[in-house]
């Protein structure tokens, strides 16, 4: 938690920063963000599947979005909402309602739903664990008994107000996890890429937890699991993001902790045939962006990489 805490707060802005970066090193940076926003745009272009783009440089603000504004279905993602919740709540002064990551829970066979690989495992009855261990099964391995249960627990009006706070409308959790008949009525979870990184943003910035709570976020959501934002990406980069996927639907986001140079990164693709192509497309998409954002990070302002 150590680690991911200073490369929270103190990730220094890259060399050369909008603010006082000078105005040739500036158009170095400039080819380097067009370049990177020109093959996003090509694997965007090619692709199968709809899909949307937003990339933010959390040092300097820039953006880059592509078809960012439409709605997705948003799959297992909308679980970085729900997790910010169960923080905030935890965070609550004391005495405060709310949950709280230390609550016990003792699994009850009627909340288990498919794809709930631990909590199926479990005995009724008699196993307990914690709303802490609930989350780490939310996004470790995607359990959705677990994030039901969490749901439970912190309210589903609760995460949507959270949301709302933070000026995001299209971002809604309306439903359970693996609730069909919801679904087939319209109450789909959703959420735009570019709401995605506003709310990714907001948590590194620290406008919705306090400095520590926001670094055990950020490690929690760090947690080893399979997804696609990584998969092209050094294995030693540290990236706090969460996939989803449903039929025609692969999405991730999440924040790359660049040194230096840390970006919030989100993809949603929907109307997908081919679905591993979808994965591989998230991929590239975040190699492309890591690219501009590891180059910058570590550089001079002249472009000497300087160990």
């Known amino acids: 938690m150590k680690t991911l805490l200073a490369a929270i707060l103190l990730a ?51 953006s880059f979005f592509l078809h960012a504004d439409e709605i997705y279905p948003t799959a297992s993602t909308i679980k970085i909402a729900v997790l910010a919740e169960l923080y905030r709540q935890h965070e609550g002064s004391p005495g405060a309602p709310g949950a709280k990551l230390s609550d016990l829970y003792t699994v009850d066979a009627k909340d288990i739903v498919g794809g709930s690989d631990i909590m199926a495992g479990l005995t009724p009855g008699v196993s307990r664990v914690t709303n802490r261990d609930l989350a780490t099964m939310m996004v470790a391995v995607s359990d959705n008994s ?17 949301l709302a706070r933070l000026g995001l409308k299209d971002t809604r959790l309306r439903r359970h996890m693996m609730d069909v008949r919801a679904a ?11 709401e995605l990184v506003t709310l990714l943003s907001a948590l590194y910035h620290g406008q919705v937890l306090g400095k520590v709570m926001t ?93």
């Not at 994030?147 to 949507?160: A, M, S």
């Not at 087939?184 to 570019?194: I, L, V």
């Open 12 to 62: 220094a802005p890259g060399i050369g920063s909008a603010q006082d970066t000078p105005a040739s090193t500036r158009a170095k940076q400039d080819a380097l963000w067009s370049r990177m926003e020109d093959s996003v745009r090509h694997i965007v272009q090619e692709a199968d599947a709809v899909v949307g783009v937003a990339i933010l440089d959390l040092t300097d603000q820039r």
């Open 215 to 307: 670094a055990d976020y950020f490690k929690m959501l760090s947690t080893n699991k399979n997804s696609y934002i990584p998969r092209l990406l050094p294995p030693d980069l540290t990236i706090a993001n969460k996939p989803g996927d449903l039929d025609a639907v692969r999405n991730d986001a999440g924040i790359v902790f660049v040194p230096g140079r840390p970006f919030a990164i989100a993809v949603m693709t929907t109307f997908g045939r081919d679905e591993r192509a979808s994965e591989q497309n998230i991929a590239r998409i975040a190699r492309a962006a890591w690219s501009y954002f590891d180059r910058v990070g570590k550089s001079s302002p002249l472009g000497r990489i300087v160990r």
């Open 146 to 162: 677990a994030t039901n249960v969490l749901i439970d627990r912190v309210g589903l009006e609760r995460v949507n107000a959270g």
């Open 184 to 194: 087939r009525e319209g109450r789909e979870n959703t959420a735009t890429p570019h």
